[in-house]
């Protein structure tokens, strides 16, 4: 018998979780742990930050799935990494501790004879003076609790808007010079800007997208040279187009320092200090680790076998120029190099490097976006992870025979830029790969061009519409659920 540990219930834990149960019979145990008590279908956090979507609509509580489907669950965080046990505990295990009921504030030690770091990023909001969301008119939509409050105070200006002459200014985009999910933000801007629309006050906002990217659509992936409608496009001319279409202002190369009350201050490429004053914004934060430390058996430190800020994991860390950095620096299967039986799929693995040229100001102060690992890679990545170690298992030794670098993986991703059936509006765009590989595909900015490719109309939003309930059918582990693509 075999037990695995799952730290994290969002969508790479989750996944995890819900084929380890499948595929391995009873007398294996599988268990998450999660200070969570609700699974979140995060891409549709931007519809409950424009009002269209509820947050009952994008969650669902976890511990009664999970009781039907066979599936341990505790309700904690994770305190401290034990990989090989103690002088009193001979398996390796977890120091957790109950964030919930009778078990608040209680520690336990949960041992494991696999386990699966999906912890995801901690929301970094303290990286920026100022940025905690809801408070000096910044908001965040990173998770269903927090799009609420966008969406409230959105209306709240939509409303005052509507009852006098007054106009406002609107600033979307990332809080930190080093924020990544670029398009998340990209997303809710679209969003809100067709909101503005819908109540037909428009002409009374000045929205403005703010940004650590070096040129528009580079989405921390460099940008990318795609198919558009039969014809050849950088996405960074794709998304002025877009931007441009709806009266959209921009401002790149920032790197958000600190917020005040209605005023964002950052420092740009060229090195200059400046501000940007707004009566409603939305800042993605930098992410980060969660900070764990590890220990050896006699209790001496180890968490540099663990950890680089996220996981460490099968990539190639070593320093290297940006001309040098290649598709094989990327890991496969996500396993950690000192201790063969932990892994970490998803946002949790540290990346060997940004993807994204990395750029400093005048002033020394890199502004780049960190690489995105969210939605379709986390996915991907925690099956694989999940069909290794079932493979381990049933062949009694390692087996790492599923692989997946985001150097050979494509990303779909569909940002709304609107709601409704008739009025709702979507810009998709494929990529292929991930990471660009300048070798195989040197003459169209490392990606396959035929994989490479974007569109904007109503059939994007019915494709994200259609998402939204595929993937909440899939994570409740309804009938047939394995049979949806991660």
């Not at 999660?34 to 279908?41: A, F, G, K, L, V």
Request: net charge neutral; hydrophobic share 35%.
């Amino acid at each position: 018998m075999s037990k695995i540990v799952i730290l994290g219930a969002g969508i790479a834990g989750h996944t995890a979780a819900a084929h380890l149960r499948r595929k391995l019979s009873k007398e294996h145990e599988v268990l998450v742990v999660s200070p969570n008590r609700n699974y979140q279908w995060v891409p549709s956090n931007i519809w409950v930050g424009i009002g269209r979507m509820k947050p009952k609509d994008v969650i669902f509580p976890l511990e009664p799935l999970y009781k039907r489907k066979g599936i341990g669950y505790k309700q904690a965080k994770a305190v401290s990494f034990h990989p090989e046990g103690d002088v009193s505990e001979q398996k390796p295990y977890i120091l957790v501790e109950g964030v919930y009921g009778e078990t608040l504030g209680k520690q336990e030690k949960v041992t494991y004879d696999y386990l699966i770091n999906a912890t995801g990023p901690k929301l970094a909001f303290d990286l920026t003076e100022g940025l905690q969301p809801a408070t000096n008119k910044v908001y965040s939509v990173c998770t269903y609790d927090h799009a609420d409050h966008a969406s409230e105070a959105l209306h709240k200006l939509i409303d005052s808007l509507k009852k006098s002459d007054k106009k406002a200014k609107i600033l979307i985009g990332t809080g930190h010079a080093k924020a990544t999910c670029q398009g998340a933000a990209f997303e809710y801007i679209l969003n809100v800007e067709k909101e503005l629309q819908k109540f037909g006050i428009r002409d009374k906002a000045e929205i403005t997208w703010i940004s650590n990217e070096y040129e528009l659509g580079d989405f921390g992936m460099d940008g990318m040279l795609m198919d558009y409608n039969g014809f050849n496009m950088k996405s960074k001319d794709m998304v002025e187009m877009i931007f441009e279409d709806r009266a959209i202002k921009w401002i790149l190369g920032a790197g958000v320092t600190k917020v005040e009350d209605g005023l964002v201050h950052y420092e740009n490429l060229e090195g200059e200090y400046k501000t940007e004053s707004f009566d409603f914004g939305m800042l993605i934060p930098a992410f980060s680790g969660h900070g764990f430390q590890a220990f050896d058996k006699q209790g001496q430190n180890i968490t540099d076998k663990l950890f680089k800020g996220f996981m460490i994991v099968d990539a190639d860390y070593s320093p290297k120029p940006y001309n040098e950095w290649t598709v094989q620096d990327w890991p496969e299967t996500y396993q950690n190099p000192s201790y063969k039986n932990i892994f970490a799929p998803g946002i949790a693995f540290a990346p060997p490097h940004a993807i994204s040229k990395p750029r400093k100001s005048k002033n020394g102060t890199e502004i780049f976006p960190s690489p995105p690992r969210t939605g379709m890679p986390s996915g991907i990545t925690a099956k694989l992870v999940a069909d290794n170690i079932i493979d381990s298992i049933k062949a009694g030794k390692e087996s790492l025979h599923h692989k997946g670098s985001l150097g050979n993986m494509g990303a779909a991703c569909i940002a709304s830029a609107g709601y409704g059936m008739t009025q709702g509006s979507g810009v998709s765009i494929t990529t292929y790969p991930i990471v660009p590989d300048f070798k195989k595909y040197p003459d169209t900015h490392g990606r396959d061009i035929q994989k490479t490719f974007g569109d904007i109309g109503l059939a994007g939003h019915w494709v994200k519409l259609a998402l939204h309930y595929a993937f909440i059918w899939k994570a409740k582990m309804k009938p047939f659920w394995w049979l949806i693509p991660e």
